[in-house]
């Protein structure tokens, strides 16, 4: 008996769930269909499983195969690309401190062109030891407010990952544009030594490396304010920092938005070099006058 490929038996029901039934009630097997469309048997399991993010000119083609009409199949290939535009979680909390910054790791080693946009604290890619110590201590709590501090074995691990991500920065042939909002060099309840440290650490990436620029947005440029920092990969990938996780997307819509969202922050930052020497002297002087001086 004869099946007619249907809509999806509800519209929460994944594309590629929608397909296998379709094959399914067709009687053909995976490697048939993969077959019939040009396209590798273990590709037409990786979409009716869900795994990835599925072109949708392919899920098209795989729905007309399928027997599907013309209304079904660009529903079908509308609702694949209605998934690229969503953001998604990369942070279970399984992974931890250091899972995190080696996922961030393979994608900055794939990339030539790194774009990060930090409002409040100095980008992972340019955090001393000791300032990355105090981030994750502070970070820590309020993601688990029943754990006081991380172990001293996660602390190291988790600082030892970010650090090494900075090996990046000594490739020639990628370009890393960072803009920052100026509450990144205010005093914060992190050592003032460490702050200190911190700039002086700013100031030698400078100088070492040519594909480096640093540029501070002042707290009164006339711009969206920033609400949450946020990396973008050769204009291909965004990674969104939010409290408690991050998301990522490869949704063109996504992408642009953040790169003109960048464009706009960049356009009206300042040269941060004289901003250093300015904050630099402000933590002297609290130094000088601190009661443990």
Known sequence: M????????DEEEAVGATL???????????????????????????????????????????????????E??????ERAEQMQDRMTDWRPPVTGF??????????EST?????????????GLLQTSGYAKSVFREFRGLIDPTTDDLTEQELLAAVSARVKRQVALADRSKSFRFVVGESV???RKYPLVEMLTQISHLRDVLARHANVSIALLRDDAPVIPPLHGFELLDDRLVVVDL??????????????TYRRLFDTYAAHAVDIAPVLDEYQNVYIDMLRTSPAS
């Open 2 to 9: 004869a099946h007619t490929p249907g809509p999806p038996d």
């Open 20 to 70: 296998a039934r379709m094959r399914h009630a067709s009687g053909l097997t995976g490697a048939e269909l993969a077959e019939r469309v040009g396209m590798s048997q273990p590709k037409i399991s990786r979409i009716e499983r869900g795994l990835g993010r599925p072109d949708p000119k392919d899920i098209g083609i795989i729905a007309r195969a399928l027997g599907a009409g013309a």
């Open 72 to 77: 079904l199949a660009l529903q079908l290939s």
């Open 98 to 107: 250091a899972g995190q910054q080696r996922s961030l790791t393979h994608w």
């Open 111 to 123: 990339a030539t062109i790194l774009r990060v946009f930090e409002p409040a604290l100095v980008p």
């Open 185 to 187: 060099l205010r005093p």
């Open 243 to 256: 409290y408690n996780t991050g998301l990522i997307s490869r949704s063109r819509k996504d992408v642009d």
